[in-house]
């Protein structure tokens, strides 16, 4: 029977990517645009994000990358590839501790206070609530987008591990 060592290998890096990638367009694109837009505007525009994110097509990178990683290391254990078994499973435990759990003990309730939110008719009332949501949102969007890149790099000290003992 062939080794799953290679395809699980890249089948993790490919959700690592995919999950650093999207909480990454958040840093530096998605919420630096909002910031600038009317308060209005953005309250609405991050309620339909939102909404619409809980879908089959990004599930996949949020709720399997973990597991996949952990998978992963522990075949590579199974099939004495310590050496790189040890980095996806770091990457594993990273991206569950610090990517999916602070998500759904964070990002996750604002983002449903948000949704319960009536974008208010004035701009001012409209711009607090979006400062006091955003400043905070983004402080924790920024952790996971940082610790899911170094589970990225962590999957690739692992695959340059592969071989080796």
């Known amino acids: 029977m062939p080794s799953l060592i290679r395809p699980l290998a890249l089948l993790s890096?490919?959700?690592s990517a995919a999950l650093f990638g999207f909480f990454y367009a958040w840093v530096c694109s998605t919420m630096w645009g909002l910031d600038t837009a009317d308060p209005r505007v953005a309250i609405a525009a991050?309620?339909?994000m939102n909404a619409s994110v809980r879908n089959a097509v990004f599930a996949p990178a949020f709720f399997g990358t973990a597991p996949v990683l952990l998978l992963t290391a522990f075949v590579m254990l199974r099939e004495k590839q310590s050496g790189a078994a040890l980095w996806f499973g770091l990457a594993g435990v990273m991206v569950a501790v610090l990517a999916v759990a602070l998500t759904a003990a964070f990002n996750i309730p604002m983002n449903e206070a948000l949704a319960g939110v009536a974008v208010p008719q004035d701009i001012e009332d409209a711009r607090i609530i979006w400062a006091e949501y955003s400043t905070q949102w983004q402080v924790w969007n920024?952790?996971?987008t940082v610790t899911?890149?170094?589970a990225v790099l962590f999957?690739?000290?692992g695959i340059?591990?592969?071989?080796s003992a």
């Open 142 to 144: 920024q952790i996971r």
């Open 148 to 150: 899911s890149g170094v």
């Open 160 to 163: 340059m591990r592969l071989g």
């Open 13 to 15: 890096l490919l959700l």
């Open 46 to 48: 991050m309620q339909a």
């Open 155 to 157: 999957v690739g000290i």
